[in-house]
């Protein structure tokens, strides 16, 4: 028992001691890859600003111009503002998924201590209908969080969790706002608590597009999303999973298309 306890052991750090590696070579890579990346949106968006005041001096001198010369080069000067523009859209997804990856390899193991979550839970709401509103104002949207009065006494880290909630009720509201804009109902998302004697239960409900049964367990998976390359890396939900784990907890979904997405999040509760 102690030879397979010990190689048990063995067989971890060597785990650990790999990924560590792994994560050392692509922080490099990425390192690497952005900085000439940056160079690329910036002289794309410069040039851009350049090819308009070209096209902008030639419409100056139209008259004195041959009107089929002037047809030509203001057609070749809006195909190279259109390529330049796209140059600029790609670089910056790009961007965007390397600092995800670099969100990825970030330690979350840290920083947990005794906490009360309701102060946590306050300050979503408050940020939810702040950082939403216009949406939420636009579509009619109805936000009920049913926060407890009394402390909940957990270990975390409160600036992760609050990350993972905010995180969750984002795909919320884009998942009503997306629904409310094709047929007309009322959008509503929820937040609600419940706890056993060693659990607390974290509810996040909307009842918007839903998501279909043969991705579901797929969207957890890293850079795995449904919204369009511009909006998101695809890390969020794994992030969030990542966070709770390391809470000592877990996450949960249930769909269904078109009706509702229900995630249930589940943390030891400090027994202090």
């Known amino acids: 028992?102690?030879?397979?306890?010990?190689?048990?052991?063995?067989?971890?750090?060597?785990?650990?001691?790999?990924?560590?590696?792994?994560?050392?070579?692509?922080?490099?890579?990425?390192?690497?890859?952005?900085?000439?990346?940056?160079?690329?949106?910036?002289?794309?968006?410069?040039?851009?600003?350049?090819?308009?005041?070209?096209?902008?001096?030639?419409?100056?001198?139209?008259?004195?111009?041959n009107q089929d010369n002037y047809e030509d080069t203001m057609d070749v000067l809006d195909m190279l503002i259109g390529n330049l523009q796209k140059v600029g859209e790609h670089g910056q997804n790009n961007t965007r998924v390397l600092k995800a990856m670099e969100e990825m390899l970030k330690d979350r193991s840290g920083g947990i201590k005794p906490m009360?979550?309701?102060?946590?839970?306050?300050?979503?709401?408050?940020m939810t209908r702040s950082y939403f509103a216009e949406k939420i104002n636009q579509y009619g949207i109805k936000v009920n969080f049913n926060i407890p009065q009394n402390s909940i006494a957990i270990n975390g880290n409160p600036e992760q969790l609050s990350m993972t909630l905010m995180s969750i009720l984002g795909n919320a509201i884009y998942a009503v706002a997306k629904k409310a804009q094709r047929e007309k109902y009322v959008p509503e998302i929820s937040l609600g608590i419940n706890s056993t004697a060693e659990q607390l239960i974290i509810t996040i409900r909307d009842n918007g597009i839903g998501i279909e049964?043969?991705?579901?367990?797929?969207?957890?998976?890293?850079?795995?999303?449904?919204?369009?390359?511009g909006e998101a890396a695809g890390v969020g939900?794994?992030?969030s999973r990542e966070i709770i784990q390391n809470?000592?907890?877990?996450?949960s979904v249930k769909s269904e298309k078109d009706v509702y997405t229900e995630f249930t999040i589940t943390l030891p509760i400090s027994q202090n």
């Not at 009360?116 to 408050?126: C, F, R, S, T």
């Open 1 to 65: 028992k102690a030879l397979d306890e010990l190689a048990q052991a063995q067989n971890e750090l060597i785990r650990q001691e790999k990924m560590a590696t792994a994560g050392k070579l692509t922080q490099g890579l990425i390192d690497r890859i952005l900085n000439p990346l940056n160079y690329i949106n910036n002289f794309a968006k410069l040039s851009e600003g350049l090819a308009k005041d070209i096209k902008a001096n030639i419409e100056d001198e139209k008259e004195n111009m």
């Open 116 to 126: 009360d979550l309701v102060p946590v839970l306050n300050q979503d709401e408050e």
């Open 213 to 229: 049964e043969t991705i579901i367990n797929k969207i957890f998976d890293p850079f795995f999303t449904t919204k369009p390359t």
């Open 237 to 239: 939900l794994y992030l």
């Open 247 to 251: 809470h000592g907890g877990d996450i």
